[in-house]
């Protein structure tokens, strides 16, 4: 397994229970969901930087 680094993050009540609603719809749980978006966003942005 790798290195797991945990971090708090504050998210608007609003916004955090329709990320709750997309994790449930797509059968993971809010901290897969988030980490998911983080990881395409990254990957979007270091793509872009590269081109």
Same mark, same amino acid.
């Given at each position: 397994?790798?290195?797991?680094?945990? !971090?708090?993050?504050?998210?608007?009540? &609003? #916004?955090?229970?329709?990320?709750? /609603?997309?994790?449930?719809?797509? &059968?993971?749980?809010?901290? $897969? #969901? /988030? #980490?998911?978006? /983080?990881?395409? $966003?990254?990957?979007?942005? !270091?793509? &872009?930087?590269?081109?």
């Amino acid at each position: 397994m790798s290195d797991v680094s945990k !971090t708090t993050i504050n998210l608007p009540s &609003d #916004l955090k229970k329709e990320l709750k /609603i997309m994790a449930i719809r797509e &059968d993971t749980s809010l901290s $897969g #969901l /988030i #980490l998911k978006m /983080i990881n395409e $966003g990254y990957e979007a942005r !270091t793509k &872009d930087s590269v081109e």
